[in-house]
């Protein structure tokens, strides 16, 4: 078992995942007093302020709010499949992702292997806006990120879009 070192130990989370608050770019940073000063050095120059209503929210969300994402998690399980499933009929390598609201799923090979070309050609043709996996670095070149955190009809609408364009090419 490893040392324990909490004098230098950071704990940076936020409640995107936690309470389902995906969109509302509320992080918190946990730590010892002096690293978090300086944390706050830089952080008062690179962060906008967030909305009041927000932190309020988040307020709300961390001290009464502990169960509340619980429903979400059965939710975005069942839009994950939604992803999945079709990505998978229209030709893409989808894995089950754990922990997240995205799945990142490999183009298939009949398609633009570029991913910022892929997601232009998507957005024109199908009406269907995915992130470029070249964004996340050189690793994530033929792939794209689709998040799951829509409605179940924006989902299966997004789905049969893609399945249409996979069909075309």
């Given amino acids: ?3 324990v070192l909490p004098e230098q130990t950071l704990v940076i989370n936020g409640v995107s995942k936690s309470h389902a608050m995906t969109g509302w770019r509320i ?3 946990c730590g010892p007093a002096d690293i978090i000063a300086e944390v706050g050095k830089v ?20 001290t009464n709010g502990m169960d509340d994402a619980l429903p979400m998690k059965e939710e975005y399980a069942k839009r994950q499949q939604i ?10 390598d989808c894995p089950n992702p754990k922990g997240a609201f995205y799945i990142f799923a490999k183009i298939p090979a009949s398609m633009n292997q570029n991913s910022v070309d892929f997601c232009y050609e998507l957005a024109e043709n199908a009406k269907v806006a995915v992130i470029p996996g070249a964004t996340f670095g050189p690793g994530g070149e033929g792939y794209v990120r689709i ?5 179940e009809a924006d989902l299966r609408e997004a789905v049969n879009r893609i399945k249409a364009y996979a ?3």
């Fill in 43 to 62: 952080s008062e120059f690179t962060v906008t302020s967030e909305t009041t209503n927000a932190q309020r929210a988040a307020t709300e969300a961390f």
């Fill in 147 to 151: 998040s799951y955190a829509a409605s």
């Fill in 83 to 92: 992803l999945v499933k079709g990505l998978t009929e229209a030709g893409f």
């Fill in 27 to 29: 992080g918190v940073i």
């Fill in 1 to 3: 078992m490893g040392t």
């Fill in 167 to 169: 069909l075309v090419k």
